[in-house]
């Protein structure tokens, strides 16, 4: 579980020209929040959207869903550990319905499987695209995000999973 904060600003890919080129870009800071859950063996994606903020109330909005989803059974949520999934609210939300949350060492996201699934979102949906409305720029995330399982299924199958490099700290 994590939050991504698209930003409605330039993403450019990559660009070379000999000659001058403008290209279009939009102008406003408008965030479109989505705080997600993947679900590692299903690769099924729970959000929350909201263009104001990710705070505690926003987790516990989400833990709420993740749960009536999932109800019944072991819920264990990866988190990483950021100051608004840290506090008391969600921490005694979590401990009354029974959600088990796990929170990953500081400063590692690469053991959060849901980074891969952002910058995947990122990749699809915004690099080398021009959104002229904050509207439309929501509405690209959105369509990706609703698509993983489909359009995308394919390549998400590959990326999700629960493959990680592991290093072996040895004694030279």
């Not at 890919?13 to 000659?19: K, P, V, Y």
């Not at 990953?104 to 959060?112: G, K, T």
């Not at 993983?148 to 040895?170: A, D, Y």
């Amino acid at each position: 579980m994590d939050a991504s904060h698209f930003v409605h600003s330039p993403f450019l890919g990559h660009l070379w020209s000999q000659t001058r080129v403008f290209i279009k870009s939009p102008s406003g800071r408008k965030r479109h929040n989505v705080l997600g859950a993947f679900n590692a063996i299903g690769h099924e994606l729970i959000t929350v959207k909201n263009d104001a903020y990710v705070n505690a109330i926003t987790v516990i909005e989400l833990i709420k869903v993740v749960y009536s989803h999932y109800e019944g059974q072991k819920i264990t949520l990866v988190m990483d550990n950021a100051r608004y999934q840290r506090c008391a609210a969600v921490m005694e939300y979590a401990r009354e319905y029974d959600v088990e949350l796990l929170f990953l060492p500081s400063y590692s996201p690469n053991l959060n499987l849901i980074e891969r699934l952002w910058k995947f979102v990122k990749k699809n949906a915004l690099n080398s695209r021009y959104y002229g409305s904050f509207e439309l720029f929501k509405i690209g995330i959105d369509d990706c995000l609703n698509n993983l399982g489909t359009k995308f299924k394919n390549e998400v199958e590959s990326l999700m999973t629960l493959k990680f490099h592991i290093i072996q700290n040895e004694v030279l």
